[in-house]
């Protein structure tokens, strides 16, 4: 069964203190990985997609990578406005369209 | 890219009503999924939506209780049947674009 678990559950930083936060999953014939940012009452916004292991996608202080196991979300030097739930989800051979979601973390950034 | 709107992005509703989520996107989409997200949870596929055809739902989830509708390329209603308080999630209207998925704002909707 296609799985994502994503750690830790909540996470709080202080502005300027990067950290990394880890989606781990377990997929038949991974298709993708996405990387979601979710604001309170919000639908989830896109950030990343990453297809293959190696594969690595950056945007202002966001960088994901993926292995064959697992996925990390760097975030360098976060700023406050960076504070939202950051969702993993992906999809696989036999779930074309389909995305399985993890639990998300929920990041605080303290000014 | 897609741009994807929601009617209603929240509504309270009374126990044993039904409520329909409209979903309208700008562009032509061949699939159209809809989400739940009950409170301080994750998503949940509900069913897939392609047009021209009934909708596939996910295990849990029933045509009874959450009848959907695609009549076109760019848009889809879910509805939440005889509602109860254990319906009240946030709904989400999604669209697989250019390899990516979208979503919609969410529709909102607290069942007293």
């Known amino acids: 069964e296609d799985q994502v678990t994503q750690s830790p559950e909540a996470l709080r930083l202080q502005e300027g203190e990067s950290s990394s936060l880890n989606c781990s999953y377990t997929?038949?014939?991974?298709?993708?990985l996405f990387w979601y940012r979710q604001d309170p009452g919000k639908g989830p916004e896109f950030l990343f997609t990453l297809y293959s292991a190696g594969e690595e996608k950056e945007k202002e202080r966001l960088k994901a990578t993926l292995t064959k196991k697992e996925s990390f979300l760097h975030i360098t030097a976060p700023k406050p406005e960076d504070s939202a739930t950051y969702l993993c989800a992906v999809t696989g051979s036999s779930n074309t369209g389909k995305l399985i979601f993890g639990q998300g973390t929920t990041l605080q950034v303290k000014p | 890219s897609a741009v994807i709107s929601q009617k209603p992005s929240r509504d309270i509703c009374q126990r044993g009503t039904s409520l329909t989520i409209q979903c309208q996107v700008d562009?032509?989409?061949?699939?159209m999924f809809w989400y739940r997200q009950q409170p301080g949870q994750s998503l949940t596929l509900i069913a897939t939506a392609n047009q021209g055809s009934e909708a596939t739902y996910e295990s849990g989830f029933v045509i009874d209780k959450f009848p959907i509708s695609r009549p076109n390329l760019t848009f889809s209603t879910l509805t939440v049947s005889n509602m109860s308080p254990e319906d009240s999630s946030i709904y989400l209207c999604?669209?697989?674009?250019?390899?990516?998925?979208?979503f919609g704002e969410g529709s909102r909707l607290t069942v007293l």
């Open positions: 999604s669209v697989s674009a250019t390899g990516e998925l979208f």
């Open positions: 997929v038949s014939g991974l298709r993708g």
């Open positions: 562009s032509q989409v061949t699939m």
